[in-house]
């Protein structure tokens, strides 16, 4: 079965600009969230969706946005780009909306904003 | 909001002792998972626990759900080199979202 797959892998965007990132779930998987990983923040909580439903959302400025497809697909849009955007975003996908089986990871995209 | 204590923040140990690691939170979750993330790689799925008292096992790491709901310690035995990396606990309250402690970063000596 294939996991959760991240892409693109590597994105370097200039200062201003926007970025979409996507994300996979797994075959089967309704639910899939999305985080910011920083070395000095740890991993932060930006949004989790549910057949296309946004069930939570964390505490970062509305530049930071997502959405879910029918297929399950999500993408994370990130709108007039700072240098402290800069992390590694993941996605994980879970089978239940609770989270009951756990939550599988994908690689990550690593965004660096110049 | 609510937030996840995790200590140590790094280990230096060597090959063949055991770690422990564990977990705090200021509120009840009802599920506690253990990852563990290699540079550049998403964090993996190690253990997941979803009852109060729950003790699981996966080769040699054993996790705990704490009684009172607001803890959980993971324990490696005989650790070896390729147990080096940044483990992470999270927590989900009910009906809430799945948050992160800061990790333990594990150092292992051959």
């Known amino acids: 079965k294939a996991g959760v797959t991240q892409t693109p892998r590597y994105l370097i965007k200039t200062r201003g600009q926007q970025v979409t990132l996507s994300c996979s779930p797994i075959?089967?998987?309704?639910?899939v969230s999305w985080y910011q990983q920083t070395p000095g923040q740890g991993l932060q909580f930006l949004f989790e969706?549910?057949?296309?439903?946004?069930?939570n959302k964390g505490n970062f400025p509305g530049r930071f946005s997502g959405r879910q497809f029918s297929n399950s697909r999500s993408e994370m849009n990130v709108s007039t780009l700072e240098l402290g955007d800069s992390a590694l975003y993941l996605c994980?996908?879970?089978?239940?909306?609770?989270?009951?089986?756990?939550?599988?990871f994908g690689s990550g995209t690593r965004l660096t904003v110049v | 909001g609510q937030q996840l204590n995790q200590s140590p923040q790094s280990m230096f140990i060597q090959e063949g002792e055991d770690v422990s690691m564990n977990c705090t939170s200021s509120?009840?979750?009802?599920?506690w998972l253990w990852y563990k993330q290699d540079p550049g790689e998403g964090p993996v799925l190690l253990i997941a626990?979803?009852?109060?008292?729950e003790l699981t096992s996966n080769g040699r790491l054993t996790a705990q759900f704490g009684i009172t709901r607001k803890d959980s310690f993971l324990n490696i035995s005989a650790s070896i080199p390729s147990d080096v990396g940044i483990y992470f606990c999270?927590?989900?309250?009910?009906?809430?979202?799945?948050?992160f402690g800061q990790g333990t970063e594990l150092s292992v000596k051959p």
């Open positions: 075959s089967g998987h309704r639910s």
């Open positions: 969706y549910f057949s296309e439903t946004q069930r």
């Open positions: 994980a996908s879970s089978g239940g909306a609770g989270g009951e089986d756990g939550y599988t």
């Open positions: 999270a927590g989900r309250p009910p009906g809430g979202k799945l948050i």
């Open positions: 626990l979803y009852k109060a008292g």
């Open positions: 509120s009840i979750f009802n599920t």
